[in-house]
């Protein structure tokens, strides 16, 4: 059984470019969410996509936006890149009655880099 | 708004000895609390999580952790430590039918042989 992929696993960009980074989650899990862990830090909940819709978001700007496949699959979008979006990006997903704690499984991230 | 303070961002000790790493929280109602680990260039692991019930919570690897309410803490303990147990270990909240994750910073676990 697959866990979380994630993909590429790492990035180079440059600053002002546009990044799509891609999780496809555990089989039989419908809800994706992603988090930025910068280096040295926890990471931090960026938005959580449940039946292709966000169904919460943190306190990102709206650069970062996201998308959610009828196969459950995410993409994360991050427009005009800046230094400080270097980081390590999780995708973490999960399954189960929509408002109940259910365990999230992290994908292994993926390292942006941006010059 | 809740957040997580994990005591110690470096804890070092011997094969075999006891592990503590502190972790306490800050929330007006009793949050579910976790435990993850993780190791170099890898995602995280949840170790053990507390929602309800018995407040000492046993999770994998000889890990444990106990919630304590009034103190408003979820320490995490193994009593004794091997080398493979070095890595990266984060304390996480978040509020009842809300999957949020709030983590705190952090804390690097080092084994000595």
């Known amino acids: 059984d697959a866990g979380v992929t994630q993909s590429p696993t790492h990035l180079i960009k440059t600053r002002g470019q546009q990044v799509t980074l891609r999780c496809s989650p555990k089989?039989?899990?419908?809800?994706v969410s992603w988090y930025q862990q910068a280096l040295g830090q926890g990471p931090q909940f960026i938005f959580q996509?449940?039946?292709?819709?966000?169904?919460q978001r943190g306190n990102f700007p709206d650069r970062f936006s996201g998308h959610q496949f009828p196969n459950y699959s995410s993409e994360l979008n991050v427009n005009a890149l800046l230094l400080g979006d270097s980081a390590l990006y999780l995708c973490?997903?999960?399954?189960?009655?929509?408002?109940?704690?259910?365990?999230?499984?992290f994908g292994p991230g993926t390292r942006l880099t941006v010059t | 708004a809740q957040s997580v303070t994990q005591l110690g961002s470096h804890v070092s000790v011997s094969e075999g000895a006891l592990v503590l790493l502190r972790c306490n929280y800050s929330s007006s109602v009793p949050p579910y609390l976790f435990w993850y680990v993780q190791y170099p260039n890898q995602g995280l692991q949840l170790l053990l999580k507390y929602t309800t019930g018995a407040t000492l919570v046993k999770g994998i690897n000889g890990f444990e952790a106990e919630f304590k309410k009034s103190e408003t803490s979820f320490h995490l303990t193994k009593p004794s430590a091997h080398m493979s147990d070095a890595a990266e270990y984060f304390c996480a909240v978040s509020d009842h039918g809300n999957e949020k994750l709030t983590f705190g910073t952090g804390t690097r676990l080092t084994i000595i042989p």
């Open positions: 089989s039989g899990h419908d809800t």
């Open positions: 973490a997903s999960s399954s189960g009655t929509s408002g109940s704690q259910r365990e999230q499984y």
């Open positions: 996509y449940y039946e292709e819709e966000e169904r």
